[in-house]
């Protein structure tokens, strides 16, 4: 009965405008990163790399497509939360808003489990719009400007990237990326829970994640004790898969935060909707 009722939850999602808006934003968005770098690359890398130019020299393709996948990628993780909470904050709320959250009591099936079919209905929603990014960003930035080794430019300086090395770490860094969208995900999906209409959810996943980020990035020390175990601190973890060394311990602590996060918020979800008057 879950994987019907999942099922349903994902024909759902496939009937309503919204979630195309989020795939159709992600592709205009990426699209236009590609002219851009068409029209302008060149004078893009020439300011990176100009600070290096007196001490080292560039052979080969620096503009190339792993570049430029790595470029897209930095730019637009940030920006893929909100179209991911579109769709599941709306998953819960929307039902009530419409008023067919009554319907979902008559069906043969616990309300534990409506819950865990909406969630992992946004999961695989979460997941297609992580692997429409890496397809995008990967094979068609390749397709259009060829493949070649990675110039990084991180905190330790810059580091060059063989190509040989580079498809598990692209892969992985999908990996930890999908994880840290399928936290926002699970987060909208909690708030939608509490909520009567679509905005809220939204509204309120965005601004959890501001808040979250410019904590984060406040030097201030009374903050100090939270921010390694702020989801949004690890949203950006698989940039350190393109580090040398590669920072195992850190992002096997990326990844379990994410997780616990992911785990309690769908606790606070079975909850609190397990407890919700959805009858009167």
Same mark, same amino acid.
């Given at each position: 009965?879950?994987?019907?009722?999942?099922?349903?939850?994902?024909?759902?999602?496939?009937?309503?405008?919204?979630?195309?808006?989020?795939?159709?934003?992600?592709?205009?968005?990426?699209?236009?990163?590609?002219?851009?770098?068409?029209?302008?690359?060149?004078?893009?890398?020439? %300011? $990176?790399?100009?600070?290096?130019?007196? *001490?080292?020299?560039?052979?080969?393709?620096?503009? &190339? !497509?792993? @570049? /430029?996948?790595?470029?897209?990628?930095?730019?637009?993780?940030?920006?893929?939360?909100?179209?991911?909470?579109?769709?599941?904050?709306?998953?819960?709320?929307?039902?009530?808003?419409?008023?067919?959250?009554?319907?979902?009591?008559?069906?043969?099936?616990?309300?534990?489990?409506?819950?865990?079919?909406?969630?992992?209905?946004?999961?695989?929603?979460?997941?297609?719009?992580?692997?429409?990014?890496?397809?995008?960003?990967? %094979? $068609?930035?390749?397709?259009?400007?060829? *493949?070649?080794?990675?110039?990084?430019?991180?905190? &330790? !300086?810059? @580091? /060059?990237?063989?190509?040989?090395?580079?498809?598990?770490?692209?892969?992985?860094?999908?990996?930890?990326?999908?994880?840290?969208?399928?936290?926002?995900?699970?987060?909208?999906?909690?708030?939608?829970?509490?909520?009567?209409?679509?905005?809220?959810?939204?509204?309120?996943?965005?601004?959890?994640?501001?808040?979250?980020?410019?904590?984060?990035?406040?030097?201030?020390?009374?903050?100090?004790?939270?921010?390694?175990?702020? %989801?949004?601190?690890?949203?950006?973890?698989?940039?350190?898969?393109?580090?040398?060394?590669?920072?195992?311990?850190?992002?096997?602590?990326?990844?379990?935060?994410?997780?616990?996060?992911?785990?309690?918020?769908?606790?606070?979800?079975?909850?609190?909707?397990?407890?919700?008057?959805?009858?009167?």
């Amino acid at each position: 009965m879950l994987w019907k009722n999942t099922i349903n939850e994902l024909l759902k999602i496939a009937t309503k405008i919204r979630s195309y808006i989020g795939i159709g934003a992600l592709t205009l968005l990426i699209i236009i990163v590609l002219f851009a770098m068409i029209a302008d690359g060149k004078s893009y890398i020439g %300011f $990176v790399t100009a600070s290096f130019e007196q *001490t080292l020299s560039f052979n080969g393709k620096i503009l &190339n !497509g792993n @570049l /430029i996948a790595f470029i897209i990628m930095q730019m637009l993780i940030v920006h893929v939360p909100l179209l991911i909470s579109l769709v599941t904050g709306d998953l819960l709320s929307g039902e009530e808003a419409a008023g067919t959250i009554r319907m979902l009591a008559t069906k043969p099936i616990s309300r534990t489990g409506i819950v865990l079919s909406k969630w992992i209905a946004a999961t695989i929603y979460t997941l297609i719009m992580t692997v429409w990014l890496g397809f995008l960003s990967l %094979f $068609v930035a390749k397709w259009m400007f060829g *493949t070649g080794d990675l110039i990084v430019l991180n905190s &330790n !300086g810059l @580091l /060059i990237i063989p190509e040989a090395d580079l498809a598990w770490r692209f892969g992985l860094a999908l990996l930890i990326a999908f994880l840290a969208l399928w936290t926002v995900a699970t987060l909208s999906l909690a708030f939608s829970a509490f909520a009567k209409n679509s905005v809220g959810p939204i509204v309120s996943t965005m601004s959890v994640i501001i808040l979250f980020t410019i904590i984060g990035t406040l030097d201030v020390s009374v903050f100090d004790s939270i921010k390694p175990y702020m %989801f949004t601190t690890h949203m950006a973890a698989w940039r350190s898969v393109f580090e040398d060394p590669y920072p195992t311990s850190a992002i096997w602590e990326s990844v379990l935060i994410l997780v616990a996060h992911i785990a309690v918020l769908l606790g606070i979800t079975l909850f609190r909707f397990n407890k919700k008057d959805i009858t009167s």
